[in-house]
Every structure is written in C-alpha cells, then in structure tokens.
C-alpha cells in the first residue's frame, strides 16, 4: 500500500519538527519503523522497480510469446518454471496483451448462425 505524499510530509513533520521519536510515530500513525525510517531518507514515492525481474527474465518471456504466440499462460507457465499468476504479471510488466478472437469462440458460432438465417 502507497500512503500520499501528504500523510508522508506530516509523518516527517512529526518526528524533525515536533521531536516526536522515531518509535512514538510509528505507533501514533500506525505504520512500520522501516517505512518510517525510508522515508526520511527519501520522503519520495517510487514510481518504478530498482530491480530487474528475478524469476522470469525478459528476454526469456519475449522469446517464448515470440516463439508460441497462441499458448495459454499455464503452457508458458510450465516452459519456464514458474506459476501462471507469475507469467501474467511479467506479461503485463512487457505490455503484452493477448486478446481472444472472437470469430473461434464456440459460443459466438452458435450466435453467427442465429444471425444469418
């Protein structure tokens, strides 16, 4: 969970202003010493990951959807080791979207042929 820059400022104003302690804080707005302590080293939010990907590497991924554009995310899942929730958030990290054609869906040929006569 993010907290807002103003919760954030108020936090810091708290503690380097009003000499409330580090730990008195904590426990006044009901959040963690380590967020505390991060944020008054940089009171910033972060908008981006300082780490690369560590269970499903880019490359991996792109050369895989590259590969087998047609998969289900279980096929790819089991290719590189990892869960299909995984490879759906590392597919949404590179901005690929897979889109179902609807022409081959089973339900919409039942639908097509309702349509025509």
Known sequence: MTYSADFRAQVIKSVKEQ???IRQACTFYNISKTALQRW???PG???????????????ALLKD???YPD???YERAQR?????SGIEIALKR???SQK?????????????IDISE
């Open 100 to 112: 179902k054609d609807l022409g081959t869906s089973k339900s919409m040929s039942n639908k097509k």
């Open 94 to 96: 590179l901005g690929i």
């Open 19 to 21: 000499g409330m302690s």
């Open 71 to 73: 998969d289900y995310m």
């Open 40 to 42: 008054l080293k940089n």
């Open 45 to 59: 939010i972060k908008q981006t990951r300082d780490k690369p990907p560590s269970k499903i590497p880019n490359e």
């Open 80 to 84: 590189l080791g990892c869960s299909k």
């Open 65 to 67: 959807v590259e590969q």
